[in-house]
C-alpha cells in the first residue's frame, strides 16, 4: 500500500542555522508533491509544490527537492527563525484529485 | 476575508448522537474535501465533491455522509456517533491548475 514517512521525532534547531526535513515514499508514483505548515490548533498552510519533471523548487527561504529515484523530498529552511517552529507536512498527489498526507515532522528553533 | 470556514469550532456530543459539521468556502473553488486528523496527526481523506458532484468516497463508515448543495458549501452529517470518531475534521478546497489546497481551521470532535 501507499506510504509516505516523514521523521516523527522533532527536529530542534538553532535559529540561523537550515533546517532539512525529509519526505519518503513507497509504492507511489506521484504527479506532484506538496509542502504544508501546520500551526497547533489550526489548519494546514500550503507552502510549495513541485512537479514530478521537477528537481528544485524555491520561494523565499525555502526550497524543496524531488527525486523521484530515490523517491524522495528534501524541505529546507534557511537562515530559520523561531517563528518558523511548527508541525511540516508533506503531501503527494497523482493525478487524480486525491492528496494524501504524512504524519508531518514538527521543527523547532531555539532563539 | 477570503477563506475556508466550517462550524462548530468545538462539538462535544454523547455517543449515539447525530452532529453535522458545516462548511463555505468563497474562494470559488470547483472542488471541496474533508479531512480526519487523529490523535497521531494523520490526516487522512474522506471525501470530495467537485461542482457538487462526489469523485472521492474513502473507506469511511456509512455513518458519515457528506452532502454538498452547491460548489461553496460542503457538509458532513454523522449518524451514530462512535468514541472513536472523535478527531479533528477539516475541510478544504482547491481549484484546478492554481497549486495547493486552503484548509479551515478545522472541527475537533468529542465523542463521550
Known amino acids: 500500500s501507499q506510504k509516505i514517512e516523514q521523521n516523527s521525532e522533532a527536529l530542534n534547531i538553532q535559529e540561523g542555522k537550515t533546517a532539512t526535513l525529509t519526505c519518503n515514499y513507497t509504492?507511489?508514483?506521484?504527479?506532484?508533491l506538496q509542502w504544508y505548515r501546520q500551526d497547533p490548533g489550526r489548519g494546514p498552510v500550503f507552502l510549495l509544490l513541485?512537479?514530478?519533471?521537477?528537481k528544485e523548487k524555491r520561494k523565499e527561504r525555502l526550497k524543496v527537492t524531488f527525486d523521484t529515484t530515490l523517491k524522495q523530498s528534501l524541505f529546507h529552511i534557511t537562515a530559520s527563525q523561531p517563528a518558523d517552529s511548527a508541525t511540516y507536512l508533506c503531501?503527494?498527489?497523482?493525478?487524480?484529485?486525491?492528496?494524501?498526507f504524512g504524519s508531518g515532522t514538527r521543527l523547532l528553533v531555539r532563539p | 476575508d477570503t477563506a475556508v470556514s466550517q462550524t462548530p469550532k468545538y462539538l462535544v456530543t454523547q455517543m449515539g448522537n447525530d452532529k453535522s459539521i458545516k462548511c463555505e468556502q468563497n474562494?470559488?473553488?470547483?472542488?471541496m474535501y474533508w479531512y480526519k486528523q487523529d490523535s497521531k496527526k494523520f490526516l487522512k481523506i474522506m471525501f470530495s465533491?467537485?461542482?457538487?458532484?462526489?469523485?472521492i468516497n474513502e473507506t469511511v463508515p456509512n455513518r458519515f455522509s457528506p452532502k454538498s448543495p452547491d460548489k461553496a458549501h460542503l457538509n458532513l452529517h454523522i449518524n451514530s456517533l462512535e468514541l472513536g470518531d472523535s478527531a479533528v475534521y477539516f475541510c478544504?478546497?482547491?481549484?484546478?491548475?492554481?497549486?495547493?489546497?486552503?484548509f479551515g481551521s478545522g472541527t475537533r470532535l468529542t465523542v463521550v
Open positions: 478544504a478546497s482547491s481549484q484546478a491548475g492554481v497549486p495547493g489546497y486552503t
Open positions: 509504492n507511489y508514483s506521484p504527479a506532484y
Open positions: 513541485i512537479r514530478e519533471n521537477e
Open positions: 503531501a503527494l498527489q497523482d493525478s487524480s484529485y486525491k492528496l494524501i
Open positions: 474562494l470559488g473553488h470547483d472542488t
Open positions: 465533491y467537485n461542482n457538487k458532484e462526489l469523485i
